[in-house]
Structures are given as structure tokens and as C-alpha cells.
């Protein structure tokens, strides 16, 4: 059964050795689930397989499953969490398709926003301390 999970994950993935062999070594086949089928992101998602499958035409940008040769869908964990978090904004805050597109293009930019800002200033306060070092 391993042998089979490493096959697929070299063919259908395109994983390189190395990178199955960490996987491999952080413990054991079955605890490290990397994608999971429609029906199982249904299951731990609470969304219909048709409904995800609507999703992935609206909004493209932002979902995209990987596909196995034969055409199968393949989730990742991010993607998950983009499933979970467009039934939040589609479900709970009402919002429509395209106000949830926009809604999640707002939550991009201030993310990286974000990241921009801290990487900065994380920089700059290194330059500082690297700074004093060398005068003290």
C-alpha cells in the first residue's frame, strides 16, 4: 500500500525523492495526508461536492485543485482553507459572489501588506542591532 501512495505521489504530484523521503521520515504514510479527493473535502468541509465544483469556475483565482491524470481532483490544505473561508463569507456574512471575490482580493492585499510592513521593519531594527554591535 506504500509503494503505491509513494508512485502516486511521484507521477500525479510530481514529488522529487527528496521531498518524499521527508515526508516519509516526519512519521508515518498515513499520518501525512498532502491531498485529499472531493469527496473527502466535502466531508471535512461541511460543502457539497457540487457546490465546490461551482466554486472552482467562480472563483478560479483562488481555487484550483490539482487533477490526476485521469482527471480526478486533488485538494491541498489551502485549499481547504479557501473553501472554508469563502463558505464563511458566502454563508455567514451573506455576501454575494462577487462581493466575495472582492472580499478575498481585500484580505490578499492586506496580507501581504502585512508581510511587506513587518519584513521592513523587522530589517531595519536588525540593520540597528548589527549596527551596535560592531560600534560597541
Known amino acids: 500500500m506504500a ?8 507521477v500525479f504530484f510530481k514529488f522529487d525523492n527528496r521531498l ?6 516526519k512519521g508515518s504514510i498515513r499520518e501525512m495526508k498532502i491531498a485529499f479527493s472531493i469527496h473527502e473535502v466535502s466531508e471535512l468541509t461541511g460543502v457539497p461536492a457540487h457546490t465546490i465544483r461551482f466554486w472552482e469556475k467562480d472563483f478560479n483565482s483562488y481555487l484550483r485543485p490539482a487533477k490526476t491524470p485521469g482527471g480526478q481532483r486533488r485538494y491541498c490544505a489551502r ?10 463569507l458566502r454563508y455567514q456574512d451573506k455576501y454575494t459572489i462577487s462581493g466575495t ?4 482580493e481585500r484580505e490578499d492585499k492586506r ?3 502585512g508581510v511587506l510592513h513587518t519584513s521592513t521593519k523587522d530589517d ?13
Open 3 to 10: 509503494s503505491i501512495l509513494l508512485f502516486k505521489l511521484k
Open 20 to 25: 518524499i523521503k521527508s515526508v516519509t521520515n
Open 79 to 88: 485549499d481547504i482553507e479557501t473553501i472554508k473561508r469563502i463558505k464563511c
Open 101 to 104: 471575490i472582492e472580499e478575498l
Open 111 to 113: 496580507a501581504f501588506a
Open 124 to 136: 531595519i531594527q536588525e540593520v540597528f542591532r548589527v549596527k551596535e554591535i560592531i560600534t560597541t
